[in-house]
């Protein structure tokens, strides 16, 4: 075997349009997965928030789910939805996203003032109007941090669901293990932590521009 | 103008009613506070009114009609109401939260602006807090723009619940005398609790003393309250400086009936 560099600088410079794809091919998953995420977790977690006793048994459910390794959770699905499926890929994803999804949406709906609540309530707000011009702005920012959270965890995981032929920059990684390649797997894994990164900021700045009180401080 | 007729609230898990059996008529243009001991009921009286909280039985009526047969929801947007911590929406503008009920109730943007600048130069508030977030404002300030808010869309009824409690003494006194002024020309028919007997002294035309399960131990004006308290719970509650209490009864209306009232204790 011919001794290769540790990066071959030269085999990225060849592959760039693939690199895009990929990278695209990653948001892409990630995007989904945390999307599906948060439209099965805001209403859940409002359940949650307005009855009480659902709160113990979803985060019974969701947990059990988030503690599944992903690689058997994969291979369980397998025969349901394909092998190499972006549907077997997203319900892995998807339910990764759940628990920390819905337990900081509660946490941000219970961290809402008392005192804001009750005097919006005393104005002649209806229930749902306290939930959407009320409540879920002022948790925002617990909201904010669990998007974050869900999907810096989801980038990292899409790079294993290169295993069903899916896998954005995971692809990279896994030709890199298969043919011994460092170059692959290093240009696969710092891709992907350089997204996480990059996305993680991005979250904040928008969650910056979404919640304006909050950097408003008494002069 | 509010009538409340044998109202009790029990709460779940309680034996003991928290109102019992209350009986209390408010006239129109009063301030009526309900002082008493904190546990005594006066504020769930207070919340029972805009049915923030539903009484077990007995009923309410505000201008003739009973509250019990409405909508809470709509209801509530006839009723101003002021709390403690004031209660600012600290995602909305000083604004934004002026306008809030007159938005629920769909008014249009020229009668807002119109109602809001007219709030405004009521409450004494400098324009160029509209823009501004509560966050950025002092207590003093944030209290009466919650007072703005709730007399937004004009109600004749307001319920207070210890509104100037959160602000330090000497703020508190400021915000008093001039709620006191403004009060002179808006006439609103207020609820207004406290546990404060010096300030339900200062603010009341009428003040209710409440003991436990809201039982009225006397509801009388001020004056009469200083002068012939009902009993001894409602002596040992004014306090045994009520002879220079009465003194700092400034209130003009009040002067004819406060010489009445001290020749009478002293014959």
């Known amino acids: 075997m011919k001794e290769q560099p540790f990066i071959r600088w030269d085999w990225i410079a060849d592959h760039t349009d693939e690199i895009w794809a990929r990278l695209l091919e990653h948001v892409q998953l990630t995007a989904l997965a945390v999307g599906i995420g948060l439209l099965i977790s805001l209403p859940l977690a409002v359940l949650a928030y307005r009855r009480r006793v659902f709160y113990p048994p979803l985060t019974w459910v969701t947990g059990i789910l988030y503690t599944i390794p992903s690689l058997a959770l994969f291979a369980i699905l397998v025969p349901y939805t394909g092998a190499t499926s972006r549907t077997t890929a997203e319900i892995g994803l998807v339910s990764y996203t759940l628990l920390i999804l819905i337990r900081n949406i509660v946490a941000g709906l219970d961290g809402v003032a008392a005192d804001v609540k009750e005097a919006a309530r005393g104005m002649g707000y209806s229930p749902n109007q306290l939930l959407l011009r009320v409540e879920i702005p002022l948790a925002l920012p617990a909201i904010a941090a669990g998007i974050r959270i869900a999907t810096v965890t989801t980038i990292g995981l899409v790079t294993i669901t290169a295993l069903l032929g899916q896998g954005g920059l995971g692809y990279f990684i896994l030709l890199g293990l298969n043919r011994v390649f460092t170059t692959a797997t290093m240009l696969g894994a710092v891709l992907s932590a350089l997204l996480a990164i990059l996305v993680d900021r991005l979250l904040i700045l928008a969650e910056q521009r979404l919640t304006p009180w909050s950097r408003a401080r008494a002069a | 103008m509010i009538s409340l007729r044998d109202v009790s609230k029990i709460f779940p898990g309680t034996r003991e009613p928290a109102v019992r059996d209350l009986t209390l008529d408010i006239s129109r243009g009063e301030v009526v506070v ?234």
Not at chain 2, 43 to 65: C, Q, W, Y
Not at chain 2, 167 to 179: A, G, M, N, S, Y
Not at chain 2, 231 to 258: Q, Y
Request: aromatic share 4%.
């Open chain 2, 34 to 267: 309900l002082v008493g001991p904190s546990g005594c009921g006066k504020t769930t009286t207070m919340k029972m009114i805009n049915r923030l909280i539903e009484p077990t039985s007995g009923s309410i009526e505000v201008d003739g009609a009973d509250v019990l047969a409405r909508d809470p929801v709509e209801l509530r947007r006839t009723i101003g109401y002021v709390i403690q911590n004031i209660g600012l929406m600290p995602h909305r503008t000083v604004a934004q939260n002026i306008e809030m009920v007159p938005r629920l109730v769909g008014w249009d943007r020229s009668k807002i602006d119109a109602r809001t600048a007219e709030l405004i130069e009521m409450l004494d508030l400098d324009p160029d807090l509209l823009p501004r977030y509560p966050s950025e404002l002092s207590g003093g300030q944030r209290q009466r723009v919650g007072v703005a808010r709730a007399l937004a869309t004009d109600p004749p009824v307001m319920l207070m619940d210890e509104p100037f409690g959160a602000v330090d003494p000497i703020v508190r006194e400021r915000l008093q005398d001039q709620f006191l002024d403004l009060q002179e020309r808006i006439r609103k028919t207020i609820v207004f609790v406290t546990h404060d007997i010096d300030e339900a002294i200062k603010m009341a035309d009428r003040i209710a003393i409440l003991n436990l399960g809201a039982r009225v131990e006397q509801y009388a004006t001020p004056a009469e309250i200083l002068s012939q308290p009902a009993n001894d719970f409602v002596r040992a509650f004014v306090g045994i400086d009520r002879g220079l209490k009465r003194l700092a009864l400034a209130r003009a209306s009040d002067v004819d009936e406060l010489i009445a009232a001290v020749r009478g204790d002293r014959k």
